[in-house]
């Protein structure tokens, strides 16, 4: 199952019923944040299989206060083109862009982990840059607009979760 793309379609459910008027309760979205940066702990480190079932109660604590909001509010049909929507995201196979890379970098120490950093408008090359510092970490930029950041593993799990308290809410739609 792909988490991000279940994550997506319920953060895009809950801005869809905020359109609609409806208040969205506080611990719903602290769940649905939460779901997001264990998913960008697991991306940067696949070995913390732990954070799955914390990321399944988080997403299912969500999608269940979405669908039953919505069922009351704007009726079966609304409801049912969502659960469509969420069961394709779970069907979606991991694509290429979020597929784990490989864990050999040319360059790069042997024994140093890392995490690559897309470049863009919602993360800056500059504000990456001062939490690689702000970590004591080391960056690359490479070709293809990403940057790779390595050092110690407890350094790139404060990098992570810096960077998603930093850039959350921006995200491609």
Not at 3 to 18: F, I
Not at 100 to 105: H, K
Not at 163 to 169: D, L, Q, S, T, V
Request: net charge positive; with cysteine.
């Amino acid at each position: 199952m792909s988490y991000e793309e279940n994550w997506k379609v319920l953060a895009d459910l809950l801005t869809e019923l905020r359109k609609k008027g409806e208040k969205i309760p506080t611990d719903v979205m602290n769940d649905l944040r939460s779901a997001k940066t264990m998913i960008q702990i697991l991306k940067a480190d696949p070995t913390h299989i732990e954070n799955i079932p914390r990321i399944e109660t988080y997403l299912r604590n969500v999608e269940s206060y979405a669908i039953l909001v919505a069922q009351k509010k704007l009726g079966t049909g609304f409801v049912e083109r969502w659960l469509r929507k969420l069961e394709k995201a779970r069907k979606t196979k991991i694509e290429e862009k979020e597929k784990v890379t490989p864990r050999f970098v040319p360059g790069l120490p042997r024994d140093k982990n890392w995490v690559r950093i897309q470049i863009s408008k919602d993360t800056p090359r500059e504000d990456v840059e001062s939490l690689v510092k702000e970590n004591k970490l080391s960056c690359k930029m490479q070709k293809n607009g990403y940057m790779l950041v390595y050092g110690d593993r407890e350094s790139i799990k404060s990098f992570v979760k810096k960077m998603a308290e930093k850039f959350r809410g921006t995200r491609k739609r």
